[in-house]
């Protein structure tokens, strides 16, 4: 009885030898709850002692705690903000979740593009809203108190205020529920909780908590599709820029001095009210039609990043929690430039296939390019959309002309690779499937040379000789031997344990 209750808490708590994803994102929420909350009124009593050393009037110390926040202590805020963000994810996602900033978002590839597209769709979805309120007599443009001294201390704070909360809920809390229960629950659950942290916000009604849920969305969906929150990042700045320091409409109930200052006087069910436009109807028809042009601007590959994040929620869906271990491997310019494009060639990562004959023994092959005697196991890539176990069925076909039955994973392999300065992102899937028969390859275009048939208990010496190739093929050997290292200790385990894979 004690074991059986012991193992159900080690369920309910941990997953696959690491935290449960819940947990992981409780533990996030309070910590950056605290920061946020502790920083917050160390910078208002900083802001505030430092007025009356100054000799400020009352009525702004008063302004002070009244709510009403300055620009310069709004700046403040920002970088505080994005600091303890961005610093709990990295801390977390190193100890916690064993993962690498790239799956939180944070591939540095495609950041000023799709931040530029972004910023596009704030400027034009905010922009739109602002000329629908002037079209229909709403508002009247009229010149505001902001000056250039303002607009600029207002960029320089609302940027790092729009990154902080793009890399708290899609960048952490979206890949952790994502990785519970796939992304259509990573998008709702941290959009909710997006939603929710803003619903102490002056001003607030039931309408701007929906428009708030509905932008976590809009913004959720553009990290799913881009794989990155470059895109989410500028979309989310420029909202907020063009509808407070622009148009000088209140953004999220916060009244805001602007370039001009529309003051929207018609129906509050459609403006907002003094919550804002994020509190009336306009909102929520720019929100839902941003979504088509959203949709077809980033009909491309997601990063493999994203990939490898969903085929680990269908895989471990599947089959139960399963082991994954990090790697930093440097290596040359020859395989960076192979592995680095991967998504533009259709490749979201790759299956490592471990094909076993009843007997027990293992495939390897050989290319007719490789040094002589290299041999190791068989590897292809994974395409868009296509399944882990698909993907091993279909190169097992192509590679060895051998039919397999029920491919089963036995662990993920995540790399950040580097050539220099340059990084890329990529990842192995370890897949078990049994075999009967000889290879034969259907696959002209891989040069296969030759097939090897060994017992488990050699892979360590395959490794080996993978890591003692010469100097032209180093990067590329001391990459392999890490996916025949880790099926080595994966089947040990799994013979110590009488496991048999999956489950």
């Known amino acids: 009885m004690n074991k059986r209750g012991g193992r159900g808490w080690h369920r309910l708590f941990m997953r696959g030898g690491r935290l449960h994803p819940l947990c992981r994102a409780t533990i996030y929420l309070l910590l950056l709850l605290g920061t946020e909350v502790s920083g917050g009124l160390l910078l208002g009593l900083l802001y505030a002692i430092s007025l009356l050393l100054l000799g400020a009037p009352q009525r702004a110390v008063e302004s002070l705690l009244g709510g009403n926040i300055p620009r310069t202590m709004f700046l403040g805020l920002g970088w505080w903000r994005l600091a303890t963000a961005l610093g709990l994810a990295l801390i977390l996602g190193h100890l916690l979740d064993r993962e690498p900033m790239e799956t939180m978002g944070l591939d540095r590839r495609r950041s000023g593009r799709d931040g530029l597209l972004g910023a596009l769709f704030g400027l034009g979805t905010m922009g739109a809203i602002g000329g629908l309120f002037v079209a229909l007599h709403w508002a009247s443009p009229a010149r505001g108190s902001a000056g250039p001294v303002g607009f600029l201390l207002d960029v320089i704070a609302l940027l790092p205020a729009a990154a902080a909360e793009e890399i708290a809920f899609r960048g952490y809390l979206q890949r952790a529920f994502g990785e519970w229960r796939g992304p259509v629950v990573g998008i709702l659950a941290s959009s909710l909780i997006f939603a929710l942290f803003h619903a102490l916000n002056p001003n607030v009604n039931p309408m701007g908590l929906l428009n708030i849920l509905l932008a976590g969305v809009v913004f959720a969906v553009s990290v799913e599709r881009t794989g990155t929150l470059w895109l989410a990042t500028g979309y989310h700045f420029l909202w907020n820029l063009t509808q407070g320091t622009i148009l000088g409409m ?68 599947a089959f139960g929690p399963l082991p994954a271990v990090h790697h930093r491997l440097d290596v040359g310019a020859r395989l960076f430039r192979d592995l680095a494009p991967a998504p533009t060639r259709g490749r979201m990562g790759e299956v490592v296939l471990l094909l076993r004959r009843p007997d027990g023994k293992l495939l390897l092959h050989t290319k007719s390019f490789y040094p002589s005697e290299t041999y190791r196991l068989p590897s292809g890539g994974i395409r868009p959309g296509e399944e882990v176990t698909e993907a091993a069925r279909r190169e097992a076909s192509e590679e060895t002309g051998l039919s397999v039955r029920e491919p089963r994973p036995l662990g993920l392999l995540t790399y950040t690779l580097r050539d220099g300065r340059r990084r890329c992102f990529f990842h192995s899937w370890l897949v078990a499937a049994d075999v009967e028969g000889e290879p034969n390859p259907g696959d002209g275009e891989e040069r296969i040379a030759g097939f090897r048939w060994i017992g488990p208990e050699e892979l360590g010496r395959v490794a080996e000789a993978l890591r003692a190739l010469p100097p032209e093929w180093d990067g590329w050997g001391r990459f392999r031997a890490l996916a025949h290292e880790a099926a080595a200790c994966r089947l040990n385990r799994m013979q110590g344990t009488g496991g048999g894979g999956g489950r």
């Open 250 to 317: 209140p953004v999220s109930g916060m009244a805001w001095q602007g370039l001009l200052d529309l003051s929207p006087r018609g129906p509050a069910i459609w403006t907002g009210g003094a919550f804002g436009p994020e509190g009336g109807l306009a909102a929520t028809l720019a929100l839902f039609l941003s979504l088509i042009p959203l949709w077809l601007l980033t009909c491309r590959p997601a990063t493999v990043a994203v990939a490898c994040r969903n085929q680990r929620a269908t895989m471990e869906a």
